[in-house]
């Protein structure tokens, strides 16, 4: 093992077995044997998604014999949504949703501007998103450690389950009409944070209670999406600080 890197069938199946949280399993494509079925069950058993890939992956990721499985053990516990809405009902709580975010710097770096406005919790989903490894929790000043961060399937689930607890969703985007500075933030909310190149699903859109956008000169297309959430997260502040 080599950080929080992990590979070969049998110590990928007693992490597991132990209650490692594992972040992402790569498995080799067409993987085949007895053991690599004893461990496609054991994952599908704990619900644990994985990837397939070549084996040049594989390669790149470990010199060493993984017998066509590696896999990242997050450097913190995951936190489950419906715990963190029930635990914190007597504060106003803001959540951050990150939706294709996959660069971990910029991953740690929305945790680290999250705790500093006392964000309650970022919320992210097993695929197509950023690892929690050591880049992440390097540029979030050791954030990782000190705010809920919740790993969920789908986000569209994520989003029926805020709303059901009165919590209003607003997914920042270039398209919206409404600055985020004529917006009222100081309910309970959840902000979409989409990716810089895709910008957040059309699904997640159709979802979200409203649409803001920050002013932007024409010189530039648009802004890191760290630094954007940052600005949004502390208009929340001024916006609460205010009242």
């Not at 049998?10 to 494509?29: N, R, T, W």
């Not at 994952?43 to 040049?56: G, M, R, S």
């Not at 389950?161 to 009165?166: D, E, V």
């Not at 997640?204 to 760290?226: C, G, H, R, T, Y």
Request: glycine share 6%; proline share 4%.
């Amino acid at each position: 093992m080599k950080n929080n890197l992990i590979y070969g069938i049998h110590p990928v199946m007693e992490a597991i077995k132990s209650g490692k949280q594992i972040d992402k399993i790569f498995l080799q494509k067409n993987l085949k044997g007895p053991a690599s079925q004893n461990l496609l069950n054991l994952l599908k058993e704990q619900q644990i998604n994985y990837k397939t890939v070549p084996i040049e992956k594989l390669n790149k990721l470990t010199r060493e014999n993984h017998q066509g499985v590696v896999a990242f053990v997050a450097p913190v516990k995951f936190a489950g949504l419906e715990q963190v809405l029930e635990t914190l009902t007597n504060q106003t709580r803001t959540f951050v949703l990150l939706d294709g975010i996959t660069d971990p710097r910029n991953f740690g770096a929305i945790i680290r501007t999250a705790v500093a406005t006392d964000a309650t919790g970022i919320i992210f989903p097993e695929n197509n998103s950023a690892p929690v490894n050591e880049d992440t929790v390097k540029t979030s000043a050791g954030g990782v450690f000190k705010i809920p961060l919740i790993r969920v399937k789908h986000l569209k689930d994520a989003i029926f389950l805020l709303q059901a607890h009165g919590i209003k969703i607003v997914a920042a985007t270039e398209k919206a009409s409404q600055l985020i500075y004529d917006t009222d933030l100081k309910q309970d909310i959840a902000i979409i944070m989409g990716s810089e190149g895709k910008g957040i699903h059309k699904s997640l859109l159709a979802l979200s209670d409203e649409k803001v956008k920050l002013p932007m000169s024409d010189q530039i297309d648009s802004l890191n999406v760290s630094v954007a959430c940052g600005v949004i997260l502390y208009e929340v502040v001024r916006q609460r600080l205010k009242s």
